[in-house]
């Protein structure tokens, strides 16, 4: 066989094998049954019950001791340790978790968060547990915020990504119910399992590889599992030419697979059949459109990445986040009109790809310098931003995974906030607060513009001279967002994944900043809840 066949051979099987890959459908395994409010039908059923304890220690086990009618208890059991303590209690046919906080720990919202979050990872792990575990939640701070945190975190560190693993069994895994005697935190807690539920799908979806999620099988997948009142249309390959999003075309001339846009609307006085007036929506000017980075793989393309490369799976999180927070947004009715845009790529190495040098017409009509290829989502992202002129919008958020630099500023535990509004960039951060999530703000001065100009083109994408990549990234697209609109730009490089096993959380996705955005768009028009 001659090397001009051979090749047609190849690229006819890469072809086929892409249609094969395109053909998948994806399917997470789902937890959503197995956390509920405690129904008392159960209570005989249970091998394993849960108390966290902040105070009162002997008086509270001792009403514990009651309630299971335990005829005696170690004096150990009874005394309040210095630092956080787990006692654990076994009976005839149960056990008893203690979580005890210690003299030197403050019984508030953040070290419940955090305690929480231990218990839900050491129950997962757990594994005499028995099929059924009982949380209880009447001896902690009463306020909303404190019930709703603990739920989430222990929801959240409960989850292990198990999908791929073939000796691991659903029917092992225990139900969790939270026991509340008050009925109104009933309704919270169901709503906090919702939320964690949602976060925890978008962990999986970024845990997937790149072989079995691409552009093709995840938007179908968000296209089968979005709520029927959230709108869906997809761009692919055809429509993006015609319309000329050239950038996004160009990050993706590489791969197999085709590029899409996948565009989620949701306008709550449409969907609930009123006509929508001016004092109704959630601003005046127009809609919020909220940009996510859909990056599938990033090799770097021909400005390779160095080393390893298996966690850039995680390059499309920003999307992941996107679609959760329409989620979110479209199951709770929150009030206002929002688009999430998608942008789905590959960054590969081929024939096809771009290279550094390449000038590039975007969907603006401006025209950019590439650099470097490995600055890729800053150009999906702009392209996004321009898309969203359409919408005329009053705000637009990025969230992408977009520079290393964010990841060694912080080690990785804040995301990083630069913004055109003080009033929303100091709400966006309470609401990290709320959600126990750190954001740190940078400035946005308008000398740093003058790095995104280019000698050949209108705007070059990665500025060499400049040592402060994250603001410059930043600033490039700046230079694409909509006339008259806000801006919030959030790099999560570092917090999107947690990168060993610690004591609150499996490693793997965090789906961290979601909920920060979604407590921040379902208060818009009103102040946040008070950090209790």
Known sequence: MDLISSKKKLSKQSKQQS??????????????????????????????????????????????????????????????????????????????????????????????????????????????????????????????????????????????FIDLKTDVSMEKIPKTYFYTSKIKNKLIIKSAIEEALIQNEVRSLVNLPANILNTETYSKYIQINIPSNLKCKIMNEKDLKKHGFNLILAVNAGSKFEAKMVVLEYNSNKSSGKKEKRSEKISEKGPVVIVGKG?????????????????????????????????????????????????????????KSIRPGDVVKSYSGKTVEIVDTDAEGRLIIAESMSYAEKWKPSLCIDI???????VTLFDGKSSILIGTNNTMNQKMIQSGIVNQEKIWELPMWESYLQYTKSNIADYKSYPLESKGQIISAAAFIYNFVPKGSEWIHLDIAGVEEVRYDYETRHNGASGEILRTLYTFLSHLRKPIYANK
């Not at 953040?110 to 939640?137: F, R």
Request: glycine share 6%; charged share 20%; net charge positive.
């Open 295 to 351: 990056v599938m793989f990033d090799s770097g393309g021909y400005s390779i990445k160095i080393g390893d490369m298996s966690d850039m799976k995680y390059d499309m999180t920003g999307s992941a986040i996107v679609y959760g927070l329409m989620k979110m947004i479209a199951e709770s009715k929150v009030e206002g009109h929002f688009i999430g845009l998608l942008p789905l790529v590959e960054n590969m190495v081929s024939s």
């Open 400 to 406: 992408a995974t977009l520079t290393g630099q964010a």
């Open 19 to 160: 249609k094969q890959q395109s053909k998948q459908q994806i399917k997470l395994n789902s937890l959503k049954n197995y956390f509920e409010v405690s129904n008392k039908n159960i209570l005989t059923k249970v091998k394993t019950y849960v108390y966290v304890i902040c105070h009162d220690v002997s008086k509270q086990i001792k009403n514990i001791q009651n309630a299971h009618k335990i005829k005696s208890i170690p004096k150990t059991f009874l005394k309040t340790p210095e630092s956080d303590d787990i006692r654990t209690l076994y009976l005839d046919d149960s056990q008893i978790i203690f979580y005890i906080i210690g003299k030197t720990q403050r019984c508030d919202v953040e070290h419940l968060y955090y305690s929480y979050g231990i218990v839900g990872k050491m129950i997962s792990d757990l594994e005499n547990s028995g099929k059924y575990v009982i949380v209880n939640l009447n001896n902690q701070n009463e306020d909303s915020l404190s019930i709703r945190n603990s739920v989430i975190s222990y929801v959240l560190g409960f989850y292990r």
